[in-house]
């Protein structure tokens, strides 16, 4: 949860706000950008944050050279070694993981505040076994590690490009296919200043942090014991050797795509 109140408070203050960036240069902003964001949330799933489910809902399993699918389920897969070998140090039985009230508060809020209590959601509103928190936890980790460099640090790479990621259009976009000329297309994207911003944010967000801590690495000594330092060395061994084979496959890519090796990864939503 490294800086995930700050960047928050920056995105209110500088992104979204009255004379933010979104609300200044983007066709989405102010009331319609509220509008947006409750009928996103209101369609959210705990499947659609759990990067196994998603993959087999919308039958991509068998997709060719997908990278962030095969990167991403390995990420997934180590960090969920690691939390359930960290989870089942403290909870050794399913009767730990019903009794702990600190924990059945956590969800409850997650799921009454967070997802306003929606049963579709998916989410639990409370944890029975220590399957069902391994999985939950690793959720929470993946999202805010590997999700995020996923959806966030090649925005500039697409977008700085500015046909591929439009931030508004000054006319609506055709309806019917075959009427689009250079002209119209020219009229219909944003002028030079909305494109200048926009990618100017889009650089800005897809920056390294600089103070990079990359997954699996933190800034400080979390634990002393033997059993968990020990399972913090094999989880870093583990994404060494992922990162060693991701580049070994890169360089035989035209185009390589780096944006879920691990050394890319930070280990919290920190730009």
Known sequence: MRYTLQINIMARNQLISKDGTISMYAGVGGKSLEKLL????????????????????RGLETVPQYYYRDDGMRLWDIINKFVAACLSLYYQ????????????CWISEIFTNGFLGRDSSGIPSS??????LIKFVTMVIFTASAQHAAVNSGQ???GGWMPNYPTALRKPPPKEKGQTTEDTILETLPDVSTTVNGMAVLKLLSKDSADHYPLGYFPENLYDEEVPCKLIEDFQKDLRKMSDDIEKRNKTLELPYTYLNPKNVDNSVAI
């Open 93 to 104: 039985h399913d009767e730990h993981v019903q009794k702990d009230t600190e924990l059945q």
């Open 38 to 57: 409750k009928r996103a949330t209101a369609s959210l799933t705990y499947s659609a944050l759990c990067l196994p489910d998603n993959i087999s809902e």
């Open 127 to 132: 944890f029975q076994t220590l399957k069902e």
């Open 156 to 158: 500039f790479d697409f």
